[in-house]
Nanobody
Framework: QVHMVESGGGSVQAGGSLRLSCAAS????????VGWVRQTPGGQDRERVA????????NYADSVKGRFTISRDNAKSSVYLEMNSLKPDDTAMYYC???????????????WGQGTQVTVSS
């Protein structure tokens, strides 16, 4: 059974930084594309923030380019999201997700964490 657990969320002021972590178990981690998806309060908007393929290729949403960095440690079955220069618009629940292979669309994957809240105040 797959488990994914996020940590590192919290409340910061605009311009601050946070580092999210997600530890997984129950899967051959290096065979998966991994990433982060965020959902705004009320669940109105969902956005794939970043993903990282098996070969190390990364992709970022335009809204976070230059501010967020995704990384992974396959030995620890973990993915990280370094978030800098945070803005109030970054306020959301952040979920880590995984999908086997390199098709990094997570909406129809059943491998999600429970989420960690990030709140950025102005």
């Amino acid at each position: 059974q797959v488990h994914m657990v996020e940590s590192g969320g919290g409340s910061v002021q605009a311009g601050g930084s946070l580092r999210l972590s997600c530890a997984a178990s129950g899967l051959t981690y290096h065979m998966y594309c991994v990433g982060w998806v965020r959902q705004t309060p009320g669940g109105q908007d969902r956005e794939r923030v970043a993903y990282l393929r098996r070969d190390g290729t990364t992709n970022y949403a335009d809204s976070v380019k230059g501010r967020f960095t995704i990384s992974r440690d396959n030995a620890k079955s973990s993915v990280y999201l370094e978030m800098n220069s945070l803005k109030p618009d970054d306020t959301a629940m952040y979920y880590c997700a995984a999908r086997y292979g390199d098709y990094c669309v997570f909406e129809d994957s059943n491998m999600w964490g429970q989420g960690t809240q990030v709140t950025v105040s102005s």
